[in-house]
C-alpha cells in the first residue's frame, strides 16, 4: 500500500521560535502511525502545519502524492484529510447533531451520502445518538471528545489527524476512545495519525510510531519495537 501523507523535513517558527526542526516522517495507506512526545515537543504544530493551520519555513508535505504545503485548510479537509484538534474544541452551544452538521459542510456529494454518514457515526458512537438534541457543552469530557472524533469523520475522511485525543479523561475512557479509533481505522478504513502523549496507549494500537524531542524526530520504527526499546520504556512508559 502507497504513501498517504508525506512529511520532508519541514521546519516551523514562531517568530524566533524554532519549533520544528527538518522533521520527516510518512504515513502509508490503512496504517496509524503515532507520534508521541512530552508536552512542548511540537506534536501539535506539526499537526497544524499539516492542516495548513501553520505557515512552513522551509520542507514539504504531500498528501497522495501532491504538495499541501500552501493549501487553505479548508481546502485540505476537501481532499480528505481532517484534523481532530486538542482540547476537544466542540461548539457548546449547539446540539450534538450541529456539531456533527459542521463537519460534513465542505462536502458536495450530497444530502443521501451525509445521512448515511450520520447513521455511521451514531452506530460507532451510540452515545451521541441518545445525546443528539442536546448543548455539546452539557456533554462529559469523554463525550465531548467522542463529538470531536464524530465531527472529523463527518467530513468523511480518508485520513483523520487525532491530536492527543486521551487528554484530560479518565482511564476508563481513555480506553473507550482508544477502542473508537481502532475501529475508525479497522471497521471504517481511515488511516490514523494520533498525536499522544499517553504512549503506552498509543503504541498498542498504532502499527509504527515516532518519537518527537525538542522539535526533532528522535526515534521511528514499529510500534512494538518502540515499545519495548529501553530509552522509551524509560523517558515515555514510567520504566525504571
Ligand atoms: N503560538 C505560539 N507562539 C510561540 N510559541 C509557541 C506557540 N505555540 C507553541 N509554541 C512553542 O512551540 C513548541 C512546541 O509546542 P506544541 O507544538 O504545542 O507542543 P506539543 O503539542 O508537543 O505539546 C513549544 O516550545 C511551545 O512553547
Ligand atoms: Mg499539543
Known amino acids: 500500500m502507497g504513501e498517504l501523507l508525506k512529511v520532508n523535513q519541514i521546519n516551523v517558527y514562531y517568530g524566533s521560535i524554532h519549533a520544528i526542526k527538518d522533521v520527516s ?66 461548539f457548546s452551544g449547539l446540539t450534538v447533531q450541529d456539531n456533527l452538521e459542521m463537519g460534513a459542510y465542505t462536502r458536495k456529494d450530497g444530502r443521501d451520502a451525509i445521512e448515511d454518514d450520520f447513521d455511521m457515526v451514531f452506530d460507532l ?28 469523520l463527518m467530513c468523511k475522511p480518508r485520513m483523520l489527524l487525532l491530536d492527543e485525543p486521551s487528554m484530560g479523561l479518565s482511564p476508563l475512557l481513555v480506553k473507550e476512545i482508544f477502542r473508537i479509533i481502532e475501529s475508525v481505522n479497522k471497521k471504517n478504513g481511515v488511516t490514523v495519525l494520533l498525536v499522544e502523549q499517553n504512549a503506552k496507549m498509543a503504541l498498542n494500537i498504532a502499527d509504527r510510531g515516532y518519537v518527537l524531542e525538542t522539535g526533532n ?24
Not at 504515513?27 to 507520534?35: Q, R
Not at 529501553?230 to 525504571?240: E, I, S, T
Open 125 to 152: 458512537l451510540p452515545r451521541l445518538k441518545e445525546r443528539r438534541n442536546q448543548p455539546a457543552g452539557t456533554l462529559s469530557g469523554g463525550e465531548q471528545q467522542m463529538l470531536a472524533i464524530g465531527r472529523a
Open 217 to 240: 524526530v528522535k526515534m521511528e520504527g514499529a510500534a512494538h519495537e518502540l515499545a519495548d526499546n529501553p530509552d522509551v520504556r524509560k523517558a515515555y512508559l514510567g520504566a525504571k
Open 25 to 90: 516522517f510518512h504515513v502509508d495507506e490503512g496504517e496509524i502511525v503515532t507520534m508521541i512526545g512530552a508536552n512542548g515537543a511540537g506534536k501539535t504544530t506539526t499537526m497544524h502545519a499539516i492542516s495548513g493551520l501553520l505557515k512552513l519555513g522551509s520542507g514539504e508535505i504531500l498528501y497522495e502524492g501532491k504538495t499541501i504545503s500552501r493549501m487553505d485548510p479548508h481546502k485540505i479537509v476537501q481532499l480528505g484529510l481532517a484534523q481532530c484538534p486538542e482540547g476537544r474544541r466542540v
